[in-house]
């Protein structure tokens, strides 16, 4: 389901201006008719005031008078009305009620019937002056003032939408410009995003879609790296095998044949273990997301040391493990160090001679690291060869029948990717290999 952001984002803030607008006007609204009471009331009480100091002036006969003519379209709606100290009329405005004598200096509420009337009373010794005024010229100016209100915000609504709309669409501009630049590219073309002006919160987008181009980027050098490795590396073995195939057809006694095929079954291992080595290698390089678990590296060590044992007493090789202490834990990947202590294990015993020994030791220098050692009693590798024996595909002076020159690579690729530093060492008779792990 697709629905458009700036559409949605103009409905919301259309919707909470509207929420906000309504809850202004309704506070707008109870303020005036507040304020509208007491400015009415406080005329009120000034205009019985002014009709005292008058009375006292004018009247000088208790008469009534009663006004026959407007001034004013709203005089009808206003009314005072004068008393003597005899509860008598004297004077009294058109369409004014006879209001009941109410309490003096008072606010009170009366309907005549058909009006409700706001009445002050003011008492004196010779007067009674009320004032009032029909409710309806309040409402109609607190009307009034809202109307007028509303209007303005009415107006201003559509106005204010196509400024949101503007705006919204112009702060786009950089994901339409995100949009055009991954549309145009080639599915080769994994370059991170180059875009000078990011929004704040889409920043994060774009960093998940470089790291994601970087990713894809390394996973397919990886994949091509994989195939031209394999297509060079199995060539050479699988052309053996057709000569050896080729020559056992062709041979004349059972020695010839014995021969050629045993030379058939060398190639099969060395092209089996290549094949093993080069999926172990194209699995650690395309491990993007690691997992990590505590391990212990004693127990780890002790698995591989039966794993190999096999293998090293085909050649009679004196295969321990070696350690002082306890507690040998680190937190790393548990299948990435077994692949890689097994290489390192493993070239030892092929490298050491009949009768040979090779010995594991672990140790713990510093609370905060571990180190593991394998020495063997081979030929060592010369120093101007020690790092060349990490490239890929590289076996050195000493070539071993089912070596792939892999073996080191893995080891250094794994190294890599847990900061695992190693050395190589010439002792005396043998090579000493030491990792230092960092727990």
Not at 134 to 143: A, G, M, V
Not at 249 to 267: C, K
Not at 351 to 369: D, E, M
Not at 398 to 404: D, K, R, Y
Request: glycine share 4%; net charge neutral; proline share 3%.
């Amino acid at each position: 389901m697709t629905f458009s952001i700036r559409k949605r984002l103009l409905l919301q803030l259309l919707t909470l201006i509207g929420i906000v607008w309504f809850v202004v006007t309704w506070q707008v609204y109870t303020d005036t008719q507040h304020e509208v009471e007491e400015l009415f009331d406080a005329n009120l009480s000034q205009n019985a005031k002014i009709l005292l100091t008058l009375i006292k002036q004018e009247i000088v006969e208790h008469k009534e008078i009663k006004l026959t003519k407007y001034g004013h379209r709203y005089e009808h709606k206003l009314a005072f009305l004068i008393r003597s100290k005899t509860k008598k009329v004297l004077l009294r405005s058109i369409s004014t009620p006879l209001f009941p004598i109410f309490n003096s200096n008072s606010y009170h509420d009366y309907k005549d019937g058909k009006y409700l009337w706001r009445v002050f009373t003011l008492q004196t010794e010779d007067f009674l002056i009320q004032t009032g005024e029909r409710y309806y010229i309040r409402n109609e100016l607190i009307e009034e003032i809202i109307e007028s209100t509303l209007t303005s915000l009415i107006i201003a609504l559509p106005l204010l939408a196509i400024l949101i709309w503007i705006s919204v669409g112009s702060s786009f501009k950089s994901i339409q410009q995100i949009t055009n630049e991954i549309t145009v590219r080639n599915p080769e073309q994994l370059q991170t995003l180059q875009i000078r002006k990011i929004p704040l919160e889409i920043k994060p987008l774009i960093d998940a879609l470089n790291n994601l181009f970087n990713r894809l980027s390394q996973a397919f050098a990886n994949e091509r790296r994989f195939t031209a490795d394999a297509a060079h590396e199995l060539r050479t073995p699988l052309a053996g095998l057709k000569i050896q195939t080729q020559v056992a057809l062709r041979s004349n006694t059972p020695e010839q044949l014995q021969q050629a095929l045993e030379q058939i079954n060398i190639s099969i291992d060395r092209t089996t273990r290549l094949i093993e080595q080069l999926l172990i290698l194209a699995r650690v390089d395309t491990s993007q997301k690691i997992t990590t678990t505590s391990i212990d590296m004693y127990v780890l060590l002790s698995q591989l040391i039966v794993d190999l044992t096999p293998q090293a007493l085909e050649k009679n090789i004196d295969l321990g493990l070696e350690y002082t202490g306890k507690f040998y834990k680190i937190i790393s990947n548990q299948e990435h160090l077994y692949l890689m202590y097994r290489n390192l294990i493993d070239n030892a015993i092929r490298y050491s001679p009949q009768n040979g020994k090779v010995t594991v030791t672990i140790y713990k220098p510093f609370s905060n690291q571990l180190v593991v050692t394998i020495l063997d009693t081979g030929c060592g590798i010369s120093t101007d060869q020690q790092q060349k024996v990490f490239e890929r595909f590289y076996r050195g002076e000493q070539q071993n029948t089912l070596g792939s020159g892999l073996g080191l690579s893995i080891v250094q690729r794994i190294a890599e990717l847990y900061h695992i530093e190693i050395q190589l060492e010439n002792m005396e008779k043998g090579l000493l290999v030491t990792t230092y792990l960092s727990k």
